[in-house]
């Protein structure tokens, strides 16, 4: 049974940090793109960030540039969201997604369209 679990959500105040992780099981890690989605409420979800599989290219939304950074721990199969000088507008309840992906293949347009497999949010509040 394929399992991410988000975790590391909170109340920061702007300017602040966080570092989500997330914990996955039943699948072969390395072989799967993985992803950050975020939505605030009343918008639609947005792509945040996503690593290819087999240790692929990395992508970030426009809002998220510079300021928040995807890995990953094969070993552990937990990828990591840190974020820094955080605002406002990320506040929403952040999820981990997964699918298969060929090595080599760019994993941006997950970032528009969605991925696989989804784990349950964990809620980022920033207070200004």
């Known amino acids: 049974e394929v399992q991410l679990q988000a975790s590391g959500g909170g109340l920061v105040q702007v300017g602040g940090s966080l570092r989500l992780s997330c914990a996955t099981s039943g699948f072969t890690f390395n072989d799967h793109t993985i992803g950050w989605f975020r939505q605030a409420p009343g918008k639609e979800r947005e792509g945040v960030s996503c690593?290819?599989?087999?240790?692929?290219?990395?992508y970030y939304a426009d809002s998220v540039k510079g300021r928040f950074t995807i890995s990953s721990d094969n070993a552990k199969k937990t990828m990591y969201l840190q974020m820094d000088s955080l605002k406002p507008e990320d506040t929403g309840v952040y999820y981990c997604?997964?699918?298969?992906?060929?090595?080599?293949?760019?994993?941006?347009?997950?970032?528009?369209?969605?991925?696989?497999?989804w784990g349950k949010g964990t809620q980022v509040t920033v207070s200004s």
């Open positions: 690593i290819g599989s087999h240790g692929g290219g990395s």
């Open positions: 997604a997964a699918a298969p992906m060929m090595s080599g293949a760019d994993c941006s347009p997950s970032l528009r369209y969605g991925l696989d497999y």
